[in-house]
């Protein structure tokens, strides 16, 4: 299926290269990696506008897909949801959504950009957006910031690393990401695991890598649940993903940076071949030798099903989930299972002392771009620096909603209310209910990650300890069409054969008496280049 997914890129990209054919809007006539536009960019001063921004009846085509916590609250951004009715009652803009499921957004909109025609103002792109810009269906966004976007340019110049994030090889920029970093203090990709049921086995918290061994084992056939039955699932997992939170023990960076890494001299490793992968593959296939992995982790699992499991008190530790989901876990199950209490744990300590957490890069590698077809580019941009990048934007969209309602103001603050705070839903639900916090471009703020998840007095305690051992993880790097081209030609191979080799190895139908052959196979791959490739756009990211 990978396979097949990387040949329909493929397909997709001589489409684009075909249609964008005399009609590239975006054409740059300075030489790759040229930043002299985002220099000038720098140095302009946007206008101020007032609201409304528009004075006739005007409505905004957006492209996105459902999110999946409105979804789960219940409702859809075809409704007319509370923080959007405000955003238009001030802006003057109205909203039309074209959603469509999470799970077939990304198919459904190729499609359409490959067909190039009746475009929607604003859209989610489905993958790299240099593609779609140099087949010209997404214009360049710098000139709109630096003229009608005060709001955009102040972040940028506040927070350069967030214009990096969106800067092209060609020095333009093209698209807009929600910048969410805000909540790695608090609320990241780590470990959970049932408190309770370590209290009732008499069990301290797993420090080390063989810790957790052993506590996975007693998970399985203590009987912690005290139901009498043994249908424990020691670590429940979405998907094989989750166990590269355990390869943070021997000091490789899967889980965020996909095995790119660099070393002290900035070489860019690829660590799939790393000796160190063995020892971690090696201690994988002994925890499901020893039946303490999810059963379906490797299979097509849906989160209602994983789901239904951390809450059916079954499971008894996760690697799949952002660390704020296990107190909302905890609200779910109180009725039932009162004295249930999934927290959060530090990773674990490797064999040879190794101890880190990824941390995340500060956009998420979602775009969102204004297409060729856009009547009115200054207006959405407007809109845009409204919503997105605005305090009262920000407020009302990103993060608190609507005052009098989910949030109230104390000496100056927002603060939430009730209504989002003690929602039975749990805080990220009781926001996207309302339509906040979504699949659209926003910043979260400090002020809501505190509200929202530090009234849970253990997680912020486990979260300090646990962000003790961050790193960074690889830099996000827009990456120009020929390399695009270039790294997907080469990884289309190597990626499904590493997948399939990194299963047969943990599931112990392949002998790990032959991860040489495994490497040797990568290496005649073509690695080698690839990895060029990624230390071109490093070593531009640095520069």
């Given at each position: ?426 805080t990220g639900l009781a926001q996207a209910s309302l339509g906040m916090n979504g699949t659209f471009p926003r910043i979260l703020m400090k002020e809501c990650i505190e509200q929202r998840f530090m009234q849970y007095d253990n997680e912020v305690a486990q979260s ?80």
């Open positions: 299926m990978k396979r097949l997914r990387y040949i329909l890129i493929a397909i997709l990209v001589l489409t684009l290269v075909i249609t964008g054919c005399g009609k590239d809007i975006n054409k740059s006539d300075g030489k790759k990696g040229d930043t002299g536009g985002i220099t000038s960019l720098l140095d302009k001063e946007a206008k101020d506008y007032e609201l409304p921004i528009v004075d006739d009846p005007f409505t905004l085509v957006f492209a996105t897909s459902e999110d999946s916590e409105a979804i789960a609250a219940g409702v859809s951004y075809n409704q007319t949801l509370p923080a959007f009715e405000e955003l238009e009652k001030r802006t003057g803009i109205k909203v039309k959504f074209e959603v469509t499921p999470p799970d077939q957004y990304n198919t459904t909109v190729q499609t359409r950009l490959a067909a190039g025609k009746d475009l929607p103002d604003l859209i989610r792109l489905p993958d790299d957006p240099i593609r779609y810009a140099k087949g010209g269906l997404i214009i360049s966004i710098d000139e709109l910031i630096g003229e009608y976007a005060p709001n955009i340019l102040k972040l940028f110049k506040d927070r350069p690393e967030v214009m990096k994030a969106q800067t092209a090889p060609d020095g333009k920029i093209y698209t807009l990401s929600a910048v969410v970093d805000a909540r790695s203090m608090v609320n990241f990709a780590g470990l959970g695991m049932r408190k309770d049921w370590l209290e009732r086995l008499d069990l301290d918290e797993p420090e080390t890598i063989e810790d957790w061994f052993r506590v996975l084992s007693e998970f399985k056939d203590g009987d912690p649940n005290g139901n009498g039955k043994n249908d424990e699932i020691p670590l429940l997992a979405m998907n094989v993903d989750g166990l590269y939170k355990f390869a943070w023990s021997y000091g490789l960076h899967l889980a965020l940076s996909e095995g790119w890494y660099f070393d002290d001299d900035g070489k860019v490793i690829y660590e799939w071949t790393d000796p160190r992968m063995k020892e971690w593959l090696e201690e994988m296939n002994r925890w499901y030798t020893a039946g303490l992995l999810d059963p379906d982790m490797t299979a097509a699992q849906s989160m209602d099903k994983y789901t239904a499991k951390a809450i059916g008190d079954i499971g008894g530790a996760s690697c799949s989930d952002f660390t704020m989901r296990f107190p909302q876990w905890n609200e779910r199950m109180v009725a039932e299972y009162p004295d249930a209490r999934w927290e959060g744990v530090t990773p674990p300590e490797g064999p040879n002392g190794d101890r880190i957490l990824e941390r995340e890069q500060p956009t998420e590698n979602i775009h969102y771009a204004i297409t060729r077809d856009c009547k009115d580019p200054e207006t959405v941009i407007k809109w845009l620096d409204y919503m997105f990048a605005s305090e009262e934007g920000q407020i009302l969209v990103g993060n608190f909603g609507i005052e009098g309602l989910s949030y109230n103001m104390v000496d100056g603050r927002p603060q939430f209310t009730d209504l989002i705070l003690k929602s039975e839903l749990g300090n300890k646990a962000t003790e051992y961050h790193v960074p993880s690889f830099p996000r790097v827009l990456a120009a069409k020929e390399e695009i081209d270039a790294f997907v030609g080469i990884m289309a191979d190597i990626d499904t054969y590493k997948d399939e080799m990194i299963v047969k190895f943990i599931q112990g139908k392949e002998s790990l008496d032959k991860f040489d052959e495994y490497v040797q196979g990568i290496e005649a791959m073509g690695i080698e280049d690839a990895i060029a490739i990624k230390q071109a756009q490093y070593d531009r990211y640095i520069k």
